[in-house]
């Protein structure tokens, strides 16, 4: 598993598993593009159901600018993950550099209506080198 999502972040029995791709075929270093995808898997360790609700994610390009991105959900669907379940959904991140890195958090609620602020993994975001 490790191998597969090298990062990962716990916030009581929530685990949050993060593996990112470069797409070379999506990205124009040319034109100042690269672009990555990445695979997160949402893990419910705990004996409840949670539902997540929203998303934030800080976006940090190898010049040190940072965007912000929240809304609702994910992939456009809020998930609820039952005990030992998880969830998967696969999206991507475009920059305007060849490097950066990309944290945030999920606000869940849980069975008994208690809101989770739950993190999502610190991940760099490295385009391959390119030869000269």
Not at 100 to 117: I, N, P, S
Request: some cysteine.
């Amino acid at each position: 598993m490790k191998a597969f999502f090298p990062y990962y972040a716990a916030t009581d029995d929530i685990i949050v598993r993060v593996s990112v791709s470069f797409l070379p075929e999506q990205s124009e270093p040319g034109r100042g593009r690269w672009f990555w995808a990445y695979h997160v898997r949402i893990e419910n360790e705990g004996d409840a159901p949670v539902q997540l609700l929203t998303r934030r994610w800080s976006i940090t390009d190898g010049r040190g600018a940072i965007h912000h991105v929240e809304g609702e959900g994910v992939v456009g669907e809020q998930p609820v993950i039952h005990p030992d379940g998880s969830y998967d959904y696969v999206s991507g991140c475009p920059l305007n550099t060849s490097t950066g890195v990309m944290e945030g958090h999920y606000t869940m609620v849980a069975a008994d209506g208690r809101m989770l602020r739950v993190a999502i993994p610190r991940f760099a975001l490295v385009a391959p080198a390119e030869a000269e």
